[in-house]
């Protein structure tokens, strides 16, 4: 069967062969300086990588190098990246630890005097950077950019800017690329963006140029609890524009993607959660009902969910908001036993992620430890479908690359 297949199957719970997925989300993406390495190693022509996702420093995984990794999935993704310019229009670019890349004709930076790197939101550099990456780092951390707030004069509407009707442009671009994934014989899982309700990432809003209204993380996490009012408000605002996108997305689109990205909000750390799950069943899975409801009753999209962290305990209420996949499946968090959850959940969600642990083994194992996770999480994870093989997170820079081949090469022959 041909990637699409094994994916289509995988995500239905239907036994079969383990689908692998590296560079199909901001989630499941590998860092520019492990995708020179792979190139490398598999002998692929030399060339710059893409930097895709800029936020946090993703490369463009080529058709070539996607062979030569056996990957089963290509994403969709939006228009504009974190910092809120187009990738288009490419040029070489020499990230500070000296590797020669391509970027956006906006991705514009400028160096401080600490030497960090920072970027500016749409590549306007006559506003303040909304983004830094320290001279020492490997991706771009956010600058919050919070306004006193006026507690008397706070508006929701301030965190409402960027949550507005679609546009023609970016229907347009979503039809190419719909148009594009029909032509492969890979699956397809898309971001369309609009739906990710208290993402953290993109609460200080690294793509505006003058973000107003609740934008400090610390700040939007008391407000949760202190404000839960202004909170609602966003996310019933938000909500509404975005079914009203996806019904225009969907006209477009239709049924070419296997499964859509919803939601990035993290709700574990590493031991517990970040909140009640009283809270989350209040604040935001009335959010997620509607608009995953409203997917299943006019699409065949699966719906994906990722949190990182220890999320167990809200695994049930995750499905009872009607979302099919969840990611990055953290292992290594309290509570988050492999076999446990494919006995408890397996038969409801579809585990996307899982299949090697990024923050001891990949990094600081040998590859003959990576081989042996990997096939103890696929023989857990992959009975009777319902897994998609990725590493629990991006693959991050410095990672050694005789591990991430060890990973891929270990799938190639389950």
């Known amino acids: 069967m041909d990637s699409k297949e094994k994916l289509k199957r ?7 062969p383990v689908p692998v997925d590296f560079g199909g ?5 590998i860092h520019v300086m492990v995708i020179a390495a792979l190139r490398e190693h598999y002998g692929l022509e030399k060339r710059p990588v893409k930097v895709s996702e800029p936020y946090q420093m993703l490369g463009a995984l080529d058709d070539d190098l996607m062979d030569a990794m056996g990957v089963d999935v290509i994403s969709i993704t939006p228009r504009d990246t974190m910092f809120g310019f187009p990738n288009e229009n490419w040029r070489e670019f020499k990230l500070p630890w000296g590797q020669e890349v391509l970027v956006s004709e906006f991705f514009k930076t400028t160096q401080d005097v600490n030497g960090d790197l920072l970027i500016y939101p749409e590549g306007d550099m006559a506003v303040s950077p909304s983004g830094r990456m320290p001279a020492s780092g490997f991706f771009f951390d956010s600058i919050v950019r919070q306004e006193p707030i006026d507690e008397a004069n706070l508006d ?3 965190n409402m800017e960027e949550f507005n009707p ?13 148009d594009w994934a029909a032509a492969s014989n890979r699956g397809v899982l898309a971001t369309f963006g609009g739906t990710a309700f208290g993402d953290i990432a993109l609460v200080p809003a690294p793509f505006l140029k003058h973000p107003k209204g609740i934008r400090d993380i610390a700040e939007w996490y008391m407000s949760t609890a202190l404000r839960p009012d202004y909170i609602h408000a966003i996310f019933s605002h938000q909500c509404e524009v975005a079914i009203q996108n996806l019904e225009k997305i969907y ?15 993290d709700f574990g750390t590493q031991t517990s959660q ?15 009902k509607r608009v995953n409801a409203w997917i299943h009753e006019h699409t065949t999209w699966k719906t994906f ?12 209420h995750f499905i009872e908001s009607g979302f099919d996949i969840i990611n990055p499946v953290q292992c290594s968090a309290t509570g988050m036993d492999a076999k446990a959850l494919k006995a408890h959940y397996g038969d409801k969600l579809t585990f996307w992620g899982g299949g090697v642990d990024t923050q001891h083994v990949l990094p600081f194992g040998t590859p003959d430890e990576v081989e042996a996770q990997v096939k103890h999480r696929v023989e857990i994870f992959g009975q009777q479908g319902g897994f998609v093989f990725n590493a629990i997170h991006n693959v991050q820079a410095n990672i050694p690359v005789e591990n991430v081949v060890a990973m891929i090469e270990t799938m190639r022959v389950l």
Do not use: R
């Open 10 to 16: 995988a995500i239905n719970h239907q036994e079969g």
């Open 25 to 29: 989300s901001a989630v499941t993406g």
């Open 156 to 158: 929701p509407a301030d």
């Open 166 to 178: 679609i546009t023609q442009a970016d229907l347009d671009y979503f039809k190419a690329k719909a």
């Open 251 to 265: 006209a477009v689109v239709g049924n070419v993607i296997d499964a859509v990205f919803i939601c990035g909000t």
């Open 274 to 288: 970040f909140c009640s799950v009283d809270t989350y069943e209040a604040l935001y899975a009335p959010y997620y």
């Open 305 to 316: 969910k990722h949190s990182c962290g220890a999320v167990e305990p809200l695994m049930s």
